[in-house]
């Protein structure tokens, strides 16, 4: 899929949790409104969206999506376009990992994803070490 990313971190010894944190605020600083499922065993979502002008260029439905599955010692993180989920904090969690999250884009969205993706792994990269 285009704009899809997956990163995976083996002995880095992060907690999961650390890292969806790390990532919501991150997100936060940049100006996005974000959603977090909640934790289970499975792992947990996030889904930010970002409010005026790109409205316009990402569908007001689409959000960036991301999922955090493993242990401290070997984790992934998902990153992608998503349909924006209403309540996404109180959704099964295993329900939305098991099931399609991810959409196919366009080349505008991709474009404007592929950037705000970059920058988001950059800084991943760095938190975790």
Known sequence: MIG????HF????KD???VRSH????????????QTSSPSSQGVVLQAK????????VDADRAMTITITGSPDDFTVRIGIGKW????????IETLLISDLFLVVDVAE??????IEDK???DLKTFVG
């Open 4 to 7: 899809d990313k997956v990163e």
């Open 10 to 13: 083996e002995g880095k010894n």
């Open 16 to 18: 999961p949790d650390a």
């Open 23 to 34: 990532i919501e605020e991150y997100l936060k600083t940049e100006g996005f409104t974000v």
């Open 50 to 57: 970002k409010g005026g002008f790109l409205r316009g260029v």
């Open 85 to 92: 989920l209403e309540h996404l904090g109180v959704a099964v």
């Open 110 to 115: 991709s474009t404007w994803n592929l950037e």
């Open 120 to 122: 988001l792994v950059k």
